[in-house]
Nanobody, 121 residues
Framework: QVQVVESGGGLVQSGGSLRLSCAAS????????MGWYRQAPGKVREWVAT???????RYVDSVKDRFTISRDNAENTVFLSMNSLKPEDTAVYYC???????????????WGKGTLVTVSS
């Protein structure tokens, strides 16, 4: 079994900062990439950022220069540092981990249950 758990959400004023964490645990052989998605009220879930096992990163344009994704490979953990937060960043933030549970297993996506970020104006 694999568990993916996010933490770090909360209420912050516009212009403030938060740091989200996501830890994957359980039967993990290797992790390919880890990423963050978000879903605002009444909207579809959107991709925010991804980091590969080698450390390459990509971001959606709306968060570039404000958000930073990083990971601790030894701890199977990914972080999302969010600065200059705006009310439109309000959403439930989900972590997705693409991993294999064995050397011959297919890579599968595992999702956390999300953590709520609320940015007040």
């Amino acid at each position: 079994q694999v568990q993916v758990v996010e933490s770090g959400g909360g209420l912050v004023q516009s212009g403030g900062s938060l740091r989200l964490s996501c830890a994957a645990s359980g039967r993990i052989f290797s992790i390919n990439f880890m990423g963050w998605y978000r879903q605002a009220p009444g909207k579809v879930r959107e991709w925010v950022a991804t980091i590969t096992s080698g450390g390459s990163t990509r971001y959606v344009d709306s968060v570039k220069d404000r958000f930073t994704i990083s990971r601790d490979n030894a701890e199977n953990t990914v972080f999302l540092s969010m600065n200059s937060l705006k009310p439109e960043d309000t959403a439930v933030y989900y972590c997705k981990t693409n991993l294999r549970v064995g050397p011959s297993a297919y890579a599968v996506d595992y999702w956390g249950k999300g953590t709520l970020v609320t940015v007040s104006s």
